[in-house]
């Protein structure tokens, strides 16, 4: 019996000190567990400068991971600030009066990024002691004054006014001049709703007044030709849009309508499939084939001028009556030419059309005239 208890004694001793072990090998990863070295920290230092003399005071700046926020005098800059993470953002808190002019970080390298607009940076934070910290600084400008409200006026070049012709405006009480395709000089003014008139030209006509800019549009009378604009702090511009009464549509160039075969296409569609020129009707193929001759044979030269001018009056573009009567001539001298398709001329090729003799040459000069948009009295270019 004695040897049977202290078998059990040594078995119990066994059971205790095995279960002693086994606590102690489980606990050792949770030990290792609940010391893991924290991550290593960095520092970053703010900096607060002024462009010039006028900014003053102290500014709030926020730091990403950092509680609460840190305030820097200007010509100062903060302790530093220990952060774990590699990438921080550095944030100016926005004060009445001033706006951020510039970031920068030193050592050099350290800035990642700046956003003036946000008054954010965002900056590179090794690990290390104070002697490696990241240096930010915010550098702030007075705020700009609001610009003052200036007005230009402009002038669009509508059917049959050539770009750069001249018109004369009074503007309140100051007189101003724009030439169409452009404005004029910017005016500056007080706040508030100003009259704009067009001083009126013979020839012309005033078919719209628009405004863009920080301004806006009152009322307008193109019968009069006046708009009362209002005009605020920043940039307006009021344009008014003039045209030849009786003039309508535009006009585009024989290089145009031949590298735009589909547009002729089109055009010679709609007025039945085919275009007569010289007593023949074109068809599109046709059309583009005599395109693209050479100037040899100056009858080539003539064709190709009169289709475009057929073409530019089936797109919609008006015809001043001189330029109608080169066409009719250059019609009666292509026909007696032999046709645009096997006929030939010179220069001085002439024709006799209501009493009045043309060459080839002048009715090209006209019709060339005509589709550049530089008719007397005729639609401008299209583009």
Do not use: W
């Not at 009322?219 to 708009?227: H, L, Q, T, Y």
């Not at 275009?275 to 023949?280: D, P, Q």
């Amino acid at each position: 019996m004695p040897n049977a208890r202290s078998g059990r004694r040594r078995l119990l001793k066994l059971t205790i000190v095995g279960g002693v072990l086994a606590a102690g090998v489980a606990a050792v990863p949770f030990a290792y567990a609940a010391t893991a070295p924290p991550p290593p920290t960095g520092f970053v230092k703010i900096c607060k400068a002024g462009a010039t003399a006028a900014v003053t005071g102290s500014f709030q700046f926020t730091v990403s991971g950092v509680t609460g926020a840190v305030t820097v005098p200007v010509g100062a800059c903060s302790k530093p600030i220990a952060v774990t993470d590699r990438r921080v953002v550095v944030a100016e808190v926005a004060r009445a009066g001033f706006v951020l002019g510039k970031v920068t970080a030193a050592p050099d390298g350290r800035l990642i990024d700046a956003n003036l607009a946000t008054g954010k940076a965002t900056v590179k934070v090794p690990a290390g002691n104070v002697t490696s910290a990241t240096t930010v600084t915010f550098t702030n400008k007075v705020t700009p004054p609001p610009p003052p409200p200036t007005l230009r006026v402009c002038k669009v070049a509508g059917p049959g006014v050539k770009v750069g012709t001249e018109f004369a405006f009074t503007v309140g009480t100051t007189k101003t001049t724009a030439k169409a395709g452009s404005c004029s000089a910017p005016l500056t003014l007080p706040a508030g709703n100003v009259t704009v008139t067009e001083t009126a030209a013979t020839g012309f006509a005033v078919t719209a007044i628009t405004v863009k800019g920080v301004g806006t549009l009152v009322s307008s009378d193109v019968a009069k030709g006046s708009a009362v604009v209002k005009v605020a702090s920043g940039a307006t511009d009021v344009s008014f849009t003039n045209k030849v009464p009786g003039v309508t549509g535009c006009v585009d160039s024989k290089g145009f309508f031949k590298n735009h075969p589909a547009v002729v296409a089109k055009l010679v569609a709609a007025n039945g499939g085919t275009l007569l020129v010289g007593g023949v009707a074109l068809t599109p193929a046709q059309i583009a084939a005599i395109y693209g001759r050479g100037s040899e044979n100056f009858l080539n030269q003539l064709s190709q001028q009169l289709i475009t001018a057929r073409l530019n009056q089936l797109s919609g573009a008006s015809t001043p009556a001189a330029v109608q009567a080169a066409i009719d001539a250059a019609q009666a001298l292509e026909k007696a030419a032999g046709g645009p398709l096997t006929g030939k001329a010179t220069p001085e090729t002439k024709v006799v059309v209501g009493g009045v003799t043309f060459t080839a040459a002048q009715l090209a000069a006209t019709l060339s005239k005509y589709n550049a948009g530089n008719a007397t009295g005729g639609p401008t270019p299209c583009a």
